[in-house]
């Protein structure tokens, strides 16, 4: 199919127009909040600010469909740890630690990233089986083969992964 189904979200992410737009928003409420004490957004301002920008982007239709909550504390821990890795200087103390204005979007991308992509799985965990349980039931009232009814099986999955991959791209 292509791009990963994280590539073709956060792609999408980072060339919207609105997402952007709302990333630079929060982050200037961020630093508003804290007076400009610091040079970004400190790690204690990121659960407040992930909820502030789930606001600001429900109109967006990759948001509005696949993110219908905002992420959770562990989501934002594990966005902003996966962010820290990747820093030229890891060894700062969780304290010292600030994000600036594209740290922060790139935050933000991961972030959202993660829960389109986790949420689009447990939609695919929650639609297949119960379609696999309608196709082994008609095809044990027909008295169809076995092998209709797996190619039945392999080409329903096969659709709706195909189906929530593509509605992915927003």
Same mark, same amino acid.
């Given at each position: 199919?292509? !791009? ?8 999408? !992410? ?31 301002? !990121? ?20 993110? /219908? ?20 200087? /890891? ?8 994000? +600036?204005? +594209? ?55 096969? +659709? ?9 791209? +927003?």
């Amino acid at each position: 199919m292509g !791009l990963s189904s994280s590539k073709r979200v956060s792609r999408t !992410l980072r060339n919207s127009a609105d997402f952007n737009s709302a990333c630079d928003s929060v982050y200037e409420d961020c630093l508003a909040l804290t007076q400009h004490a610091f040079p970004g957004v400190k790690p204690y301002q !990121l659960f407040s600010a992930s909820e502030n920008l789930h606001r600001s982007l429900s109109s967006l239709p990759l948001i509005h469909k696949w993110v /219908p909550t905002p992420p959770t504390r562990s989501q934002v821990d594990k966005a902003l740890t996966r962010q820290v890795e990747q820093k030229p200087d /890891p060894i700062q103390e969780k304290s010292e630690i600030t994000l +600036g204005s +594209g740290e922060f979007k790139e935050f933000a991308v991961d972030l959202f990233t993660d829960a389109v992509v986790s949420n689009a799985g447990k939609a695919i965990l929650r639609q297949v089986p119960i379609g696999v349980i309608g196709i082994l039931g008609v095809g044990g009232l027909t008295r169809s083969g076995k092998e209709l009814v797996g190619a039945a099986i392999g080409v329903y999955a096969l +659709g709706v992964s195909t189906s929530i991959y593509l509605g992915l791209a +927003g």
